[in-house]
T-cell receptor
Framework: SQTIHQWPATLVQPVGSPLSLECTVE??????LYWYRQAAGRGLQLLFY??????ISSEVPQNLSASRPQDRQFILSSKKLLLSDSGFYLC????????FGQGTRLTVV | GIQVEQSPPDLILQEGANSTLRCNFS?????LQWFHQNPWGQLINLFY???GTKQNGRLSATTVATERYSLLYISSSQTTDSGVYFC??????????FGKGTHLIIQP
């Protein structure tokens, strides 16, 4: 069966520090991969998606970037974090139905 | 882009009650999912239902694609049903668009 791993679960980072969040999927090949952010309140906003290695599409302009160095690995990065980058980050994979990782709660202080 | 509206935004019920959550969307879609977000933030898949009706225990869902809405039914509510319920829709590979969710509280 397919599983999705996302880490770390929580992270507290100072303003201006770099960020790297990793997501890996097991049990499937060539999945579509996604990064979402859930800010205070409830809505989930799509940040990036990828349909293959090295292929990244960005939905909103921001301080973040994404990379897909391997088929089942998706990385969310920032060179310098802002306070506004705080939030709950979720990785997802999809063939037909989408499945989400457990999320990373990021607090920028 | 596609718009997704969920109602009601908040719902407080007594244990044992039934509820209906609604999701309206602004354009035709080929993917519609219902999720339950638990207190730890994890999104739990409830239904993949771009059209038709499905049931899973006390939960059921119906999507009328031609009229661009979906309904989630919860019967005989339990306190563990509390949380936020999201509807999300999509077309191609470019991800799901989420509604703002319905915050459900089940009181004992």
């Amino acid at each position: 069966s397919q599983t999705i791993h996302q880490w770390p679960a929580t992270l507290v980072q100072p303003v201006g520090s770099p960020l790297s969040l990793e997501c890996t999927v097991e049990g499937t090949s060539n999945p579509n991969l996604y990064w979402y952010r859930q800010a205070a309140g409830r809505g989930l906003q799509l940040l990036f998606y990828s349909v293959g290695i090295g292929q990244i599409s960005s939905e909103v302009p921001q301080n973040l970037s994404a990379s897909r160095p391997q088929d089942r690995q998706f990385i969310l990065s920032s060179k310098k974090l802002l306070l506004s980058d705080s939030g709950f980050y979720l990785c997802a994979w999809r063939r037909i139905e989408a499945f989400f990782g457990q999320g990373t709660r990021l607090t920028v202080v | 882009g596609i718009q997704v509206e969920q109602s009601p935004p908040d719902l407080i019920l007594q244990e044992g009650a039934n509820s209906t959550l609604r999701c309206n969307f602004s354009d035709s879609v080929n993917n519609l999912q219902w999720f339950h977000q638990n207190p730890w933030g994890q999104l739990i898949n409830l239904f993949y239902i771009p059209s038709g009706t499905k049931q899973n225990g006390r939960l059921s869902a119906t999507t009328v694609a031609t009229e661009r809405y979906s309904l989630l039914y919860i019967s005989s509510s339990q306190t563990t049903d509390s949380g936020v319920y999201f509807c999300a829709v999509g077309g191609g590979a470019d991800g799901l668009t989420f509604g703002k969710g319905t915050h459900l509280i089940i009181q004992p």
